[in-house]
């Protein structure tokens, strides 16, 4: 993560400039002892607020000394400028305004004077616009972060409501499986079963062809019946991997070798989805940007994960960044807690590996 400047060193580094024009400007003069007190006292008040965060009041205290050595040497009216830019500094610009009297005071031209004054409330509200600027990043930066953090927990909600949803779904279907068998297959067969029971004890043979006329409506009502659930569970649309091998198979611009390993059943339909969009994408890619003739796909579901794996025999004609469908595609996967690698050194390559939920 790139690194910014922080507003401490600007007004470290004006404090520091300050002191050492006031020792400048106090060699450069007549020397005195107590003109020395006064950049020693400024020295200690700034060595604290480098070390502290000082109130604001604190700066009358450097004001007041100045204001008393104001008859002795010039240097205490340069002095000011450190009230100045920390009361800026602090957003207090309107109060730093009060030490510009010191201009009126001074027994000198007071022009250079006047533009120290202004250059220390100048650099002191820029540090404190900058110091608000970052503040402000910061706070966005913490907003975009949790943003983020709360759409990741919605991706987890909304998947494991896409996964309770999809078991559901089947615990439904196949309670309504099991109760079209119970309510009609299963009473025909057991109603045929004692059919055949009594025909063993009827004597008369008109009532014992009733009986097997009975046993033979039962059985064929029961397989009508048996046919028309298998026929109705059966979907029209091929699904799952037959949905994959069914999108390989219709890809008129390569020809594809398709093949398919381990226990397929126990991929979830939310799974095959991203799978099936997996493969489109990698398909269309190598139809615009690879010269190849052929392609393998392969859709392996090993141990606790399943995989897909698109590769193709040709170049990349271009070089060029994951495209949004891939990006999107990637967010999909780790969302799914799995991952998505595309590379196009040896021929467009694309693997996809999802987890595999555990069996209840």
């Given amino acids: 993560m790139k690194s910014y400047m922080e507003p401490a060193r600007f007004v470290n580094g004006w404090r520091l400039l300050n002191l050492g024009f006031l020792t400048y400007y106090w060699i450069s003069g007549e020397f005195a002892a107590y003109d ?42 340069y002095g000011l400028a450190l009230p100045i830019f920390e009361l800026a500094q602090r957003g207090k610009w309107l109060f730093a305004l009060l030490f510009f009297i010191g201009l009126f005071v001074a027994p000198f031209p007071s022009a250079w004077l006047f533009c120290y004054f202004v250059l220390a409330l100048f650099v002191g509200f820029f540090s404190y616009a900058y110091s608000l600027n970052q503040q402000q990043y910061k706070e966005e930066a913490d907003e975009q972060r949790k943003a983020r953090y709360e759409l990741e927990r919605v991706k987890i909600d909304l998947l494991a409501a896409q996964q309770s949803v999809a078991q559901q779904a089947e615990l439904m279907e196949r309670y309504r499986m099991a109760r079209q068998l119970h309510d009609h297959l299963g009473h025909d067969l057991t109603g ?8 063993e004890y009827v004597e008369e043979p008109d009532e ?77 890619n190598i139809a615009r940007h690879s010269d190849a003739t052929k392609a393998e796909v392969k859709v392996e579901a090993a ?3 399943i ?5 193709d025999n040709g170049t990349v004609r271009q070089s060029q960044q994951p495209g949004s469908g891939l990006r999107s595609l990637k967010m999909r996967a ?16 694309l693997v996809c590996v999802l987890p595999l939920r555990e069996e209840e």
């Fill in 36 to 77: 020395f007190i006064l950049l020693l006292f400024l020295i200690l008040l700034t060595s604290l607020r480098w070390r502290f965060n000082l109130p604001a009041w604190s700066v009358a205290l450097d004001a007041f000394v100045c204001f008393l050595y104001f008859p002795y040497h010039a240097v205490s009216y």
């Fill in 192 to 199: 045929a079963a004692l059919a055949l029971q009594a025909h």
């Fill in 208 to 284: 014992a062809h009733k009986l097997l006329q009975e046993v033979k409506r039962r059985l064929k009502r029961s397989t009508l019946n048996l046919r028309e659930t298998v026929h109705n569970a059966t979907p029209i649309a091929p699904i799952g991997v037959e949905n994959l091998e069914y999108v390989a198979l219709y890809f008129q611009q390569v020809s594809i070798s398709f093949r398919k390993s381990g226990d397929l059943l126990r991929v979830a339909a939310y799974h095959w989805g991203l799978l099936e969009a997996c493969l489109k994408e990698a398909l269309t």
């Fill in 303 to 305: 141990g606790s994960i």
């Fill in 307 to 311: 995989r897909l794996l698109v590769q």
């Fill in 334 to 349: 780790r969302s799914l807690g799995g991952s998505l690698s595309v590379s196009g050194d040896n021929g467009f390559l």
